[in-house]
């Protein structure tokens, strides 16, 4: 039996993810359940999502548990998202963790997902090279920050409009591939036949500042995509995805030149996932002789481990929430 065990849950959007972790072993337990009920709608739909996560968080919990025969009352401490993402879906998962806490009479942490998914990249990457260069990838977000320590960041560079994983999804959508939409690109990308000559996105590889913008691409895919007959969908989104790899390598080579202090990079966030990217980002670190964290790819997208160990890294730090209140924030900033 393992004692000081974390349950860690995390319905930002819409996967009802359960973990449980300890110091010691690491993870012991997890799973993620993604909902397939959005599909026919061609995106998440947020009172569907909310009514999921009711529908199924109780079963994966006990499920997590059973799974390695653990009795919930081993539980000492519960972390769980408290934003940013869709306001239902969240409150879902901190009432559920507010219950649990008062009925066990153990601490509820509100954890904070974006950070959540840089933390993680410690839990893997046991060699910490700080400062480190992390470039947040995800659905909504799109984050360069400097990282001097845990809780010591300043944001480079961040997103001016889209996220880049919703453009992936935008463009996924746009030409008909089935959920989930990154990971969709990224398959047909085994048809590479194909020629990379449309010089799309010209304007975004500005190296004068670090923010990035990804609308207009979008627009350009899909007025592009209008034009029947003028271009295939493969070569198109081949197009599409390499251009989104060196706006980030283009910026992020610029950035390396300037700043000699930065002795890691640290990928995180659902995108960060796409093979050709981290194939692109192991050429930049070795050309700069510096380490490359990146995480195993159930990692890189939403999950519970990235809340309950970033929960255990603030309880390690003395951090205690001990407000009884139902604490989520849907519109909430890394910091
Ligand atoms: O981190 P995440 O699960 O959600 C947020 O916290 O926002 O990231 C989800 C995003 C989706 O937009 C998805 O299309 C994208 O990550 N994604 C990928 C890949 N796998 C997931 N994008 C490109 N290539 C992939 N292999």
Do not use: W
Request: proline share 2%; with cysteine.
């Amino acid at each position: 039996m393992i004692n000081n065990l974390f349950l860690g849950i995390e319905t930002s959007c819409d996967d009802t993810c359960i973990s449980i972790f300890n110091n010691r072993y690491g993870v012991i337990s997890e799973y993620v359940f993604t909902q397939l009920i959005h599909i026919k709608y061609g995106g998440t739909v947020p009172e569907l999502a909310s009514k999921d996560h009711l529908n199924k968080i109780f079963n994966i919990i006990f499920f997590v548990l059973k799974k390695k025969k653990i009795n919930i009352f081993d539980i000492k401490i519960i972390a769980y998202t408290k934003g940013p993402g869709l306001k239902g879906s969240l409150f879902i998962g901190a009432s559920v963790a507010k219950s649990l806490s008062l009925f066990l009479n153990i601490p509820a942490i509100s954890i904070n997902h974006l950070e959540a998914h840089i933390l993680i990249s410690f839990a893997f990457n046991k060699i910490k090279q700080l400062p480190a260069l992390v470039l947040l990838i995800s659905g909504a977000n799109t984050i360069l920050l400097k990282m001097f320590n845990y809780n010591n960041y300043i944001i480079i560079g961040e997103t001016l409009d889209d996220g880049v994983g919703e453009t992936f999804d935008k463009i996924a959508r746009s030409i008909n591939l089935i959920p989930p939409n990154g990971i969709s690109i990224e398959k047909n990308m085994k048809y590479k036949f194909i020629y990379n000559n449309l010089n799309i996105g010209k304007t975004l590889k500005n190296i004068n500042n670090f923010n990035f913008s990804f609308s207009g691409l979008k627009s350009e895919i899909l007025r592009l995509q209008n034009k029947k007959n003028y271009i295939d969908k493969i070569n198109l989104i081949y197009n599409f995805q390499n251009t989104i790899i060196n706006i980030f390598i283009i910026k992020i080579r610029h950035l390396l030149t300037k700043d000699i202090s930065i002795k890691s990079i640290i990928l995180g966030g659902g995108v960060s996932a796409n093979k050709e990217l981290r194939l692109a980002f192991l050429n930049l670190s070795e050309e700069f002789n510096i380490l490359l964290n990146y995480l195993p790819k159930k990692y890189c997208t939403d999950n519970a481990t990235m809340i309950v160990f970033l929960g255990f890294i603030k309880i390690y730090n003395g951090y205690f929430d001990k407000n009884l209140e139902i604490n989520i924030d849907s519109s909430l900033r890394l910091f």
